[in-house]
């Protein structure tokens, strides 16, 4: 493995050559200071630019991961084996008992799935973190120092998440404040009805700290069909009064992959004209809000793993050209058109939802560019080849397949 | 890419050593002129014998893929722009049209698949070869003379399989005949109503061939809920009539994933008293027959990819633990114990349900084993690690991640 996670001795000035863009055409990118400064065919070149030579690879703009728990997972860790109990609650006591048994440190885990996340391609990534009575803000100083120790490769967003819910545990409000302050860029929810049983005064108490503390709102909406439905409505209303227009996302919301078109299409409309974002991981057990559904309907969705290879779930994986795949799959599409769409889930839709600034493949965006061996944008996601260069904010993060088979 | 598919001059024993198996024992593994001779810790070498040292790897039997389409596949060609309508009639011109025009040849491509099934594990495999009025058996040629090519490790079924159906085109009854005295050894069918249209004429017709050839049957139902749920019945009665118990195979069968539980435990019985088997890849997108009820009741559920890259799909890869990975993810399991269900469906089930003959890790069974670094089972299921070495029949066909990714 010839990658690194913080080059320290990186030119500043990076030329890659021979690259393939989605429409065939061939050009070269020039890199200066960390942003696209020219991309074009045959771009001049001189003795003081490092050279990558693309060798006609295909171009894609480096992924975006728009919802994951670094703080939980296993990944590098001997294999967690999973004897947990079907139900949420039964998940959550587990994760609890094992955290406080196995020596599992959130600093340590974070930064080794948040490097094979880069080493795949991702660049971009908003990661959920525990904030609860028992651990108190422990999981979000070991992501603070991750996102620290790759601040110039991996720009990351860090959402304080009540897993335990926000009415439960007395204390927690205080805590999600204390984690705003200490740094996390969003407030997290979950389940106002199911978890908090209180779905008025839950959605009240988190859209007052975000008020309060001026920050945006992710949401995990796991509730099913009318209940998801009544509680979204309930969340809807707070967007609008308290002016959340943009800075809102639902994450899951499966609620919406199990109502009638009628009722989905009304709800479908209300997100759209709040500019509510919706995040999925495009499970394929249970329903999801549908891709082609949103697109007519004017809703952003947008794509993530969740949890990776944690108490939780064996699977996920730091490679988004699987998740594109996987959200494909889980909505029927095949055409290449089709698969385009999925893509634009897990880069630029999610950048654009998630708020990632000066994102994609154009000149004067951060250079963040992923080369891999591929006939077309579809192929790529198919067939999901190692890496062939990674290029985070400039600099050279992985080359040659510097695969996460871990 | 240090595989050969078909080696000449392999000693006629060789001895894996240091294999763990899944219970986490480590043994050793005596091969003697394709067979398991012994299986067991510290067996005895001498110098006659050729050694592989498995290092401490997973040992895995040989994969099963229980149905897939080789004479289809654009594998190792350019990549296929998929712009197809919604309809299968559409995707069903849409192929012949493309197969007239576009120079694809089945013996070629059959091939190519086949050697990265191989190189990826899988050992055995069913395959589906298309019997029509255009081709004639022009692709069940191509396929026979890759089964024959690679008859020394691996072990291929072929089914002669209508895709337009056996009614609409007069003489397709016939071709099935010469099919299955040319080298068939299952009959194939395909939606006895919705492509044919008269799903008792089309039912008697391919029970009828089945007969009079001796040939077990594998039929092809996408039929919905209800609709599929009658074609059932009505299948169901011929396996009775005919005897052809323990003989028949349902591939997809969407009906059992969209009928209430009342009327599919009612078909579920009656598919486990006559013996017959379903065949699944567990596509996220439609609904499909439950694992854990099918085992609940008795029936056989088992895995394949169906096509792979074709004109149909994208999707689909040679290596069968990413399909394990999928029916375990499409059936919601995340526990250990609930992976190593989806492995037998591609694995164990598949053989049995198949009539592979003489499979599995034990003194006698053919020698087919996958070597893997991953701690467990359930690890191996969603890290999809290269395979370390892959043993067919007693021959090495591939050695340190020679992987399908093609």
């Known amino acids: 493995m010839t990658a690194t996670a913080t080059p320290s ?42 050279l990558e030579d693309g060798a006609g690879a295909l171009l894609l703009p480096g992924f975006v991961e728009g919802h994951t728990h670094l703080d939980k997972t296993t990944w590098g860790m001997p294999w967690y084996r999973n004897e947990v109990g079907p139900k949420l609650t039964d998940r959550i006591e587990n994760e609890r008992h094992w955290r406080a048994h196995s020596g599992h440190d ?51 967003q860090i959402v304080a998440f ?41 959605l009240d108490v988190t859209f007052g700290l975000a008020e309060r503390y001026g920050k945006p709102v992710d949401i995990h909406l796991h509730e099913p069909a009318e209940l998801g439905a009544f509680t979204l409505g309930l969340l809807l209303d707070r ?51 549908s891709l082609k559904a949103c697109l007519a309907m004017g809703v952003t969705l947008f794509g993530g793993n969740d949890g990776v290879r944690d108490t939780w779930t064996p699977y996920g994986s730091p490679d988004m050209l699987e998740r594109a795949m996987l959200i494909a799959m889980r909505n029927g599409l095949r055409r290449d058109d089709d698969l385009a769409l999925a893509f634009d889930c897990v880069s630029s839709i999610a950048a654009r939802a998630c708020g990632f600034a000066d994102y994609g493949l154009h000149v004067g965006a951060r250079a963040d ?30 080359r040659h397949g510097a695969a996460p088979a871990v």
């Open 162 to 202: 009540p897993q335990s819910g926000v009415l439960g545990r007395p204390g927690t409000d205080a805590l999600l404040g204390e984690a705003l302050e200490a740094g996390a860029d969003v407030l997290g929810a979950l389940d106002p009805a199911s978890i908090d049983g209180d779905p008025v005064r839950s």
């Open 239 to 289: 967007v609008a009064a308290h002016g959340m227009q943009g800075r809102v996302v639902v994450s899951h919301a499966f609620c919406l992959g199990a109502l009638p078109e009628r009722e989905r299409d009304a709800l479908l409309a209300r997100l759209a004209d709040l500019q509510v974002a919706l995040l999925t991981t495009a499970p394929p057990s249970v329903p999801v809000p």
């Open 9 to 50: 001795h990186q030119p500043h000035t990076l030329l890659v050559t021979d690259v393939r863009q989605v429409d065939g055409s061939r050009v070269d990118v020039s890199i200066v200071d960390g942003r696209i400064a020219a991309l074009g065919p045959n771009l001049p070149r001189d003795a003081a630019t490092a």
């Open 369 to 398: 560019l992923v080369l891999v061996a591929a006939d077309t944008l579809a192929h790529a996601i198919v067939a999901r080849p190692p890496r062939r260069l990674v290029v985070a904010n400039g600099k050279v993060v992985a």
């Open 106 to 156: 959130a600093g340590v885990q974070s930064l080794a799935l948040a490097q094979a996340f880069l080493q795949a391609g991702t660049t971009r990534l908003r990661t959920h973190v525990d904030i609860d009575t028992v651990a108190g803000l422990r999981h979000l100083e070991g992501v603070l120092a991750t996102r620290e120790t790759l601040r110039e490769v991996l720009d990351m």
